[in-house]
T-cell receptor, first 113, second 115 residues
Framework: DQQVKQNSPSLSVQEGRISILNCDYT??????FLWYKKYPAEGPTFLIS?????DKNEDGRFTVFLNKSAKHLSLHIVPSQPGDSAVYFC????????????FGKGTKLSVKP | GAGVSQSPSNKVTEKGKDVELRCDPI?????LYWYRQSLGQGLEFLIY????????KSGLPSDRFSAERTGGSVSTLTIQRTQQEDSAVYLC?????????????FGPGTRLTVL
């Protein structure tokens, strides 16, 4: 049973518009959430994270929102750029798990010029 | 080096053969993880090393899989008697324990193809 779900395998957005990537989780022990970005033939790179004590974290064009009651988080990219085209993975870490991450299956974002 | 490195980048092997995959973590990172990504799937945790502690092997899919970490640095993942379902990208990550984030820095991965 998947503990971290990214239900949209792909998303296409026009350059300059907002990209919204969604992620749902089932384990209430998760207390830290991360987004990773992956280009083909490269390893994932850390993008942004949020602790369960917060509901929003912002870093430049990237904002992550956490709704604990709904067990839902989202990544907003605004404005989207063609270089943002990649696969985005949502990941979660549980208290006491020594940092082991549970990943979703990823969402492939395509930003069209 | 500046980042996590893995070798080989690609490995093609025949079913039944053994393979060894290598990971060089970022210098000073005491935590090391192995994951694999099968086609169309997310990253699946395999094993975790932290300092001199016993590794967390809870993610290893079968006893054909094993891993070592020598001297607290380089790690090798060994798959014995490979099967076609072992075909995947194997990713290594390292982390600075004690940092404020659970960020893991990933290597580029080894793409394993079992014929």
């Amino acid at each position: 049973d998947q503990q971290v779900k990214q239900n949209s395998p792909s998303l296409s957005v026009q350059e300059g518009r907002i990209s919204i990537l969604n992620c749902d989780y089932t384990n209430s022990m998760f207390d830290y959430f991360l987004w990773y970005k992956k280009y083909p033939a490269e390893g994932p790179t850390f993008l942004i994270s949020i602790s369960s004590i917060k509901d929003k974290n912002e870093d430049g064009r990237f904002t992550v929102f956490l709704n604990k009651s709904a067990k839902h988080l989202s990544l907003h990219i605004v404005p989207s750029q063609p270089g943002d085209s990649a696969v985005y993975f949502c990941a979660a870490s549980a208290r006491g798990s020594q940092g082991n991450l549970i990943f979703g299956k990823g969402t492939k974002l395509s930003v069209k010029p | 080096g500046a980042g996590v490195s893995q070798s080989p980048s690609n490995k093609v092997t025949e079913k039944g053969k053994d393979v060894e995959l290598r990971c060089d973590p970022i210098s000073g990172h005491t935590a090391l993880y192995w994951y694999r990504q099968s086609l169309g799937q997310g990253l699946e945790f395999l094993i975790y090393f932290q300092g001199n502690s016993a590794p967390d092997k809870s993610g290893l899919p079968s006893d054909r899989f094993s891993a070592e970490r020598t001297g607290g640095s380089v790690s090798t993942l060994t798959i014995q008697r490979t099967q076609q379902e072992d075909s995947a990208v194997y990713l290594c990550a390292s982390r600075m324990v004690g940092s404020s984030y659970n960020e893991q820095f990933f290597g580029p991965g080894t793409r394993l193809t079992v014929l």
